[in-house]
DNA sequence: TGTGCGATATAACGCTGTTATGGCAAGCAC
DNA sequence: GTGCTTGCCATAACAGCGTTATATCGCACA
């Protein structure tokens, strides 16, 4: 009661006591008692601000929509849009990985209890903020301009670098790569092969690929990934 | 009780009937007392043949991937291995869209109920059978034979294949890829710059997506693509 | 003809999401 | 200041969930 007492509104307690809760002990945790004992209030809390569970869940993937597509935005943008690319992929392995249970919920078609957020609002969801596929047809676009990948619609050959990036996340997180190799071995060999295949030049494709990697090693090196650079897509609280 | 007696053991009516209701009816179906009216017995039975619902949903998983492998399997081997990459891709997504519900749980990492199945058991239960994931790497292997994709490690060759196109069978699924385009615009199209990026001669990768197009098309045209050639991973009895 | 043992039905326990009820406190009309 | 309305919350309840303890049934075997 006290101890959890702030001058924060009710809701956005919820919301952050579900992200957490979300993260540290997974989907079985989040139910309606657990959620007001955490907060300090009764259940009535969660039905008098949100309705049900399922508006809540609406919530948490909500922000977790915003806080993936900021951390994609603060991917920074240099002259070689193919290595954007590469970096763009490693910051949206780097959020699934951060939060897996919310990633499932948010984009691998995962229910939460037994409420499932409906494709519609998914899509709506991410299409808002600074939409996170936008990132990606943007930069599609710039290897076209600069010659680098062959002229085509930019939002299919993005479509075609999501599926390839989500299925190896999707892969990783489930587990189906364990003992096979990691992200150096699969994934951006991968991505060499989707850019070479798309008509990047392959010695452009090899410096584009390195400085990727280099960048991952850094990262890597300065500390826990998925706290180098802003908090990924946890909703931890400090 | 005696609507659905008859001589089948009631252990293989519970598995039938859990794969049944959570093909047509979803996750949320899946109750120890819905299940076990279904079968005309009190919900003993699946303590007493199972131990509990996580028991059951692990024969209901493995049942899914002996099914996942068969059909698989049953791609024919033709004297183009990048055609029949194409014919695996599209025998996997078939599969896929016939059991969404099951192949979340058994490829997605999607907790069923408040189970969730251990990675490394679905990893062995990948591995058992024909092993879904070796068929793909058979057909890897002989496209470096013929000198179609270059010489490397086909293992991870196909885990990169395998990401792809499990990446497009999700974001299919959980509907991110809706009114944006389908198989023939994002999934062909990226089997072709894989196949390219992997050394192929542009103009045999041509040929060889055109075949595997004509196939699809052609089992379009033949009637509902999941009932044709063999049931696909649907549990649903007669 | 017992006899033992596996399978089952029944009823219960603790949990879940949800809701009906009642009380409490703040804001506003007069 | 008094009375009323309105919104938020605590309590307690309901139906359903997975699971289990107990008792009963039926069948194989000595």
Redesign the pocket.
Same mark, same amino acid.
């Given at each position: 009661m006290a101890s959890t007492s702030s001058e924060r509104p009710?809701r956005v307690r919820l919301v952050e006591a579900a992200a957490r809760l979300l993260s540290r002990e997974g989907p079985q945790a #989040?139910? /309606? =008692? =657990?959620l007001?004992n955490e907060v300090?209030?009764?259940? !009535? /809390? #969660?039905?008098?601000?949100f309705g %049900? !569970?399922?508006e809540l869940v609406r919530a948490v993937v909500d922000e977790g929509f915003a806080r993936l597509a900021a951390h994609m935005a603060a991917v920074p943008r240099t002259a070689d849009p193919v290595a954007d690319l590469g970096s763009l992929a490693l910051a949206y392995r780097a959020n699934a990985l951060a939060n897996p249970h919310l990633y499932g919920v948010m984009l691998g078609g995962a229910p939460l %209890? =037994?409420y499932r957020v409906p494709p519609a609002e998914l899509i709506e969801g991410r299409r808002n903020d600074s939409d996170t596929f936008g990132v990606l047809v943007e930069a599609t676009k710039r290897a076209m301009a600069d010659g680098r990948f062959r002229s085509g619609d930019p939002a299919v050959v993005s479509a075609q670098l999501w599926s390839a990036i989500h299925g190896f996340v999707m892969l990783e997180l489930a587990g189906h790569l364990a003992g096979e190799p990691d992200v150096e071995t699969v994934l951006t060999p991968l991505l060499a092969t989707i850019a070479a295949g798309l008509g990047d030049d392959p010695e452009a494709t090899a410096r584009s690929v390195a400085a990727v990697r280099s960048h991952l090693r850094a990262e890597a090196g300065a500390g826990a990934p998925r706290e180098a650079g802003g908090r990924a897509v946890a909703v931890d609280g400090p």
């Open positions: 009710v #989040l139910t /309606a =008692r =657990r007001a300090g209030a009764s259940t !009535m /809390a #969660l039905y008098t601000h %049900g !569970m399922p %209890g =037994r």
